[in-house]
């Protein structure tokens, strides 16, 4: 599923990965497709279940953050009891679809890191820092930070989402603002981090995005600690100095890497044992995660 039309309802925009739709003047219907971005290029060809794992895991998240007194926007799975107007579309949104309220999205991601990997860890390389936050020396690829940090970025819907300093993420929301969603992405991801811990996951970073409901209250958005938002690592192989096994989309990043490609539009084809082993993944992370057998 690379594109999605829902005759009758309105589609809002598309995103890298998910279709947005308007049910009525409070709730949104997010649909996840199978699409996958990489270096914030979406590839040729879908990871067959991706959607569902991704929307699947969010409600799990959702629901279990809820519990933990983290409000979020997310209404239903049951999208059809929600809207009988979908009725028609059943089969299409199986698995795969969630009605979610209406919100002003705030304009930067919110990235938390544990763990020193991927671009957070070139940055240190280069300068000793991460998004402008300075770090201790002598870390090494994969290791643990001495705490949690909070590294925004500014979001694009296309191209290349640019890191941006703790200075930079104020003069855009404001300083109460920032530091209200700083607060939220770090807690949000040290409960995260701590439940996932217990399966055998760790949570090396990941990203949250925030919307201002109508009444002016900020609440999580879009999705929440998924295979495409976040690093998964197997903490039985973790170790220091090395890129780790992922259960997430680092599997792709690193097959690309050893392609004559500029990370520019149009990808190269992933081989099926890329596809594979990237749809087996995302669902070895979400049966691990939330204890329950995948179901598509």
């Known amino acids: 599923m690379l594109t ?8 809002l925009r598309s995103g890298k990965v998910r279709e947005v739709f308007e049910l009525d003047e409070r709730h949104l219907l997010f649909v996840a497709t199978d699409r996958l971005s990489a270096f914030d290029v979406v590839m040729n060809q879908p990871i067959p279940g991706k959607g569902a794992v991704l929307t699947q895991l969010s409600a799990w998240w959702f629901g279990w953050l809820r519990e933990q007194g983290i409000d979020s926007h997310f209404v239903t799975t049951d999208c059809v009891g929600f809207s009988p107007a979908l009725a028609p579309f059943v089969e299409v949104l199986h698995s795969r679809a969630m009605v979610v309220e209406r919100t002003q999205p705030l304009p930067v991601e919110c990235v938390a890191r544990g763990y020193l990997a991927g671009s957070g860890w070139k940055e240190y390389r280069a300068g000793g820092a991460v998004c402008g ?17 909070f590294t925004p970025a500014h979001k694009a819907e296309q191209g290349h989402d640019e890191n941006i300093t703790w200075e930079q993420c104020a003069a855009t929301v404001g300083a109460e603002v ?6 939220e992405t770090l807690r949000v ?10 399966r055998g996951i760790l949570i090396a970073d990941t990203k949250f995005e925030f919307g201002r409901r109508p009444g002016g209250g900020i609440v999580l958005i879009d999705e929440v600690l998924t295979p495409d938002s976040s690093r998964f690592w197997p903490a039985a192989s973790h170790a220091p100095g090395s890129n780790p096994p992922s259960y997430d989309k680092q599997f792709v990043r690193d097959w690309l890497e050893q392609q004559p490609w500029d990370k520019t539009p149009p990808a190269p084809d992933l081989p099926d044992e890329v596809i594979r082993g990237t749809a087996a993944r995302y669902v070895q992370a979400f049966e691990a995660i939330t204890g329950e057998k995948f179901r598509f």
Do not use: D, M
């Open 189 to 198: 991801y040290g409960l995260g981090r701590a439940h996932a811990a217990g």
């Open 133 to 149: 936050v300075p770090l201790p020396p002598g870390l090494r690829e994969a290791e643990q930070l001495p705490e949690p940090i």
């Open 4 to 11: 999605l039309s829902l005759p009758g309802v309105t589609k």
């Open 178 to 183: 920032a530091t209200e969603l700083r607060a």
